[in-house]
């Protein structure tokens, strides 16, 4: 299995809501990343879990909250989100290996805030 | 900042022609990578060449990179309308380092 999955496709909430977003990966790999993507722009990296600890929190307010509850799971936690976070949000996952990178994405899960 | 700048922004091909893209960057890197992503998806991984690597082929793919100049360029052969999507290179700087993604190129390709 070499799929990233995400849920849901699409999300539509208002700036009061709490919701979540969904990840899961069955190929063995220790390292998940969330990235936002605005329409036209490259991906913008926003934390990254390496063998389920936080490693890399790209100073990401705090509205956006991530959780790894297992090796093949990562939640990303919404809160009180503004109509600028409308996005693209992907989710992938690799290796955690010191050569080797690849990332595999998820097909992403896209954003409207009201 | 390490992220990539491609060039061109836009490109319109004939389905059977060769598509060139090229990347900049401003640091050393550890590799280099390109990934596609159909309009509003995921991305998809192509091809990753290291920092000692100056040339590799896939398929219809052939990256170069010189490290000298700090770029690297895309060629896809022999193009088809399904190869339509934007193109992004992504560079990290070593073990378990974030990547960072360039500005990406909408490739177009018309039958």
């Known amino acids: 299995d070499t799929e990233v999955t995400q849920t849901p496709k699409h999300l539509v909430m208002g700036m009061t809501n709490k919701k979540s977003l969904k990840c899961e990966q069955h190929?063995?790999?220790?390292?998940m990343y969330w990235y936002k993507q605005k329409a036209k722009k490259p991906p913008e990296l926003m934390f990254v879990?390496?063998?389920?600890?936080?490693?890399i929190n790209e100073s990401v307010p705090s509205r956006f909250s991530p959780e790894c509850p297992n090796s093949s799971l990562l939640n990303l936690h919404l809160h009180a989100l503004q109509p600028e976070d409308s996005a693209l949000y992907l989710c992938?996952?690799?290796?955690?290996?010191?050569?080797?990178?690849?990332?595999?994405f998820g097909p992403g899960t896209r954003l409207t805030v009201l | 900042s390490q992220q990539g700048e491609e060039d061109p922004q836009a490109l319109s091909i004939q389905e059977g022609e060769n598509a060139t893209m090229n990347c900049s960057y401003k640091t050393s890197i550890n590799n280099l990578q390109w990934y596609r992503q159909n309009s509003g998806r995921g991305l998809v991984h192509l091809i990753l060449?290291?920092?000692?690597?100056r040339e590799k082929h896939s398929g219809r793919l052939r990256v170069t990179l010189d490290t000298s100049k700090k770029s690297s360029s895309l060629l896809i052969t022999a193009s088809r309308a399904a190869d339509t999507a934007s193109y992004f290179c992504a560079t990290d700087v070593g073990r378990n380092t974030p990547l960072v993604f360039g500005k990406g190129t909408r490739l177009s390709v018309i039958a």
């Open positions: 879990y390496s063998y389920e600890k936080l490693s």
């Open positions: 190929m063995g790999h220790r390292a």
């Open positions: 992938a996952s690799s290796q955690a290996s010191p050569t080797y990178n690849e990332q595999f």
């Open positions: 060449i290291r920092s000692n690597e």
